[in-house]
């Protein structure tokens, strides 16, 4: 079993939903970022997602571009990110997930970064972009080396589709709560629940929930009918907001323990 399916079998015994956050690779800096991770763990997540910036994020909303444009303007690339992880990972065993545009990774070269990836402490790969059409080769590749690729799943996603991704998908699927793009929002999508038992009727896989996700109470609905809850913009504007404060890192830990505390909140 890999850390992330140790992770979902350790939460369904328990009864607990996963939190899964996410933020950008050097915003503000590398170093931060390496920090970040650390304390994140301390807060209590379960998977950390870790974006790489990229200059054309057409699935992300205002917040992460910006983090995006920020990482960039410092010159951040792959292999950087890939030492800033290897160093967390000396402190931390918390699965993470590379989430990343198509682009980024094919200058890199797939092989390269699998290899670079597993060396680093990589546990998983989601591309958001990959179709469905072009996923076999990158497949093939993660699961020789014993990494999992984590598809997303959309409210426009057909029954075909869903399912021949589901053949495809390991680790855990993603379904996007909502069309459009990342971005927090007052109200959670209806049929968000629904696109979720859609996912289980042809998999098995744990399913995680993201885009729009933001409040305590959002992720408790969640955790209702999900395995995990991925919040992403939330922390990010939190680390903008935070820019250039000494105590940046353990604030933004507070932070993410507030979501966490909702655990123990009566649902």
Known sequence: MSRIDDT???????????????????????????????????????????????????????????????????????????????????????????????????????DRLADQAIRAGVDAVLITDLTLEEAAPWVATFRARGMDLVFLIAPTTS??????????ASGFIYVVSRTGVTGERHEMPRDAESLVKRVRAVSDLPIAVGFGISTAQQIQRVWRFADAAVIGSAIVRKIEELKGAPDLVPRLGEFARSFVKSRFADR
Not at 75 to 91: E, H, M, P, T
Not at 159 to 168: C, E, P, V, Y
């Open 159 to 168: 029954d075909k589709r869903l399912a021949l991704i589901a053949q495809q």
């Open 8 to 110: 979902f079998a350790r939460l369904k015994r328990s009864g607990r939903g996963g939190l899964i956050p996410f933020i950008t690779a050097g915003d503000p800096d590398l170093k931060t970022t390496e920090l970040l991770l650390i304390e994140l763990a301390k807060a209590g997540a379960d998977i950390i997602e870790l974006g790489v910036p990229f200059s054309d994020p057409v699935a992300d909303g205002t917040v992460i571009q910006r983090a995006s444009e920020r990482a960039l303007e410092k010159g951040v690339s792959l292999s950087d990110i890939f030492l800033c992880i290897s160093q967390a990972k000396k402190r931390i065993d918390v699965p993470i997930v590379l989430f990343s545009y198509l682009n980024p990774l094919l200058r890199f070269g797939k």
